[in-house]
């Protein structure tokens, strides 16, 4: 048993080595795997501090403890219901009309948009916090019915079988990264130039996000689309012509 088992992993590791040794298999591993990083740097860094961005921006109580506590909850579920949860559901009913290449091209780009305004007119946000609340919750809804469900769902369709799993787990494992970059720098990043507590680099800081999704926007050009296609099709999918014509007579 272990033989055999030390004989299949030679197998997919040679056949994972060989299929990203053409260029037009590893950019699409490149695509993935960038992609999903980029969105994790963004998406973690800015919905694991939500609250800390909330009273950031003034969305904060009376000072005491548990209006303070209400008003940031407040601030989170209206995000979540307004933004988060529509988000979702507008990807589950227009993936396949859409296609998702195109749902994570216009995420990435709304998300560019949406916290470059966030950036740029931060104090003025400031003194109108309902109308940041709203811009950041369209943030929010474009994380979902954008790149925060394409990025997972793209790795597990684009591949061909024989290196899926991998392949999926490289793409997962770079958004991991990014997620633990942003969770650990934060804090840190937002407090640069000021004293605790006051976020004075957060302005600053939402532009670093911008950038980042512009990133996310062009690496999007590596990914293919995959609306419509069949296993089959994925599978003959960056193969040589030789392997297709192999393929094709194993089918037969």
């Known amino acids: 048993a272990a033989v055999a088992e030390a004989k299949a992993n030679r197998n997919h590791n040679r056949a994972f080595i060989e ?4 260029w037009e298999n590893l950019k699409v ?7 999903w990083f980029l969105l994790d740097i963004a998406f973690y860094g800015v919905s694991l501090n939500q609250s800390y961005v909330l009273n950031a921006m003034g969305f904060v109580g009376n000072g005491e403890v548990y209006d303070n506590l209400w008003r940031t909850t407040l601030g989170n579920l209206t995000v979540s219901l307004l933004g988060f ?13 859409m296609g998702r290449k195109k749902i ?19 104090h003025k946000l400031k003194a109108i916090v309902p109308l940041f609340v709203a811009v950041f919750t369209l943030a929010q809804f474009f994380f979902n019915f954008g790149p925060n469900t394409t990025t997972f769902v793209v790795p597990g369709e ?14 997962a494992a770079s958004g991991k990264l990014g997620a633990i970059l942003a969770t650990f720098l934060f804090n840190k990043v937002a407090e640069i130039g000021g004293k605790p507590g006051e976020h004075a680099f957060l302005p600053q800081l939402l532009g670093i996000f911008a950038g980042v999704m512009f990133l996310g926007f062009l690496a999007t050009f590596l990914i293919p689309e995959t609306k419509g296609m069949s296993l089959e099709e994925i599978e003959k999918r960056g193969m040589s012509q030789e392997e297709r014509e192999a393929f094709d007579a194993r089918q037969k």
């Open 85 to 97: 949860v529509p988000g979702y559901w507008f990807t589950v009913f227009l993936i396949e009309k």
């Open 104 to 122: 994570q091209f216009m995420g990435f780009a709304m998300l560019t948009v949406l916290f470059l305004i966030l950036s740029l007119a931060f």
């Open 158 to 171: 684009v591949f061909p079988t024989r290196v899926r799993a991998t392949a999926h787990g490289i793409s």
């Open 29 to 35: 591993l490149i695509g993935t795997s960038s992609t």
């Open 19 to 22: 299929y990203f040794s053409r």
